[in-house]
């Protein structure tokens, strides 16, 4: 169950690291408290992951799950480049997750 939880916890970093691009500098309100309710959902989240995954697993997951998401969602949102380097480079990000999910 904690994996699950600690992917969730890294989908709703993908969910504030997005919602910072629409806050405008946090001048938008609507934008601003969704962005900062992800924050909170997210570390919550990631906390009680840790509760029974080791902390450098449970950090390094979600960091990754929030770096390859939010690649991701640059890419359909933003028009972010698809640069094979940059494909590939996210698919290394990969392989190091499941890498660290494997070894647990």
């Known amino acids: ?30 934008p601003t408290a969704l ?27 979600w960091t990754g799950v929030g770096a390859v998401g939010t690649v991701i969602a640059g890419i359909i949102l933003f ?3 698809m640069a094979v380097i940059r494909l590939t480079s996210v698919a290394l990000i990969v392989c190091g997750l499941l890498g660290l999910k494997l070894s647990h």
């Open 1 to 30: 169950m904690s994996w699950i939880i600690l992917f969730f916890a890294g989908l709703f970093e993908v969910g504030w690291a997005v919602g910072l691009k629409y806050t405008d500098g946090f001048t938008r309100p609507l």
């Open 35 to 61: 962005t900062i309710a992800a924050m909170i959902v997210s570390l919550a989240l990631l906390g009680l992951a840790m509760k029974e995954l080791p902390l450098g697993t449970a950090y390094a997951i």
């Open 79 to 81: 028009g972010e480049s």
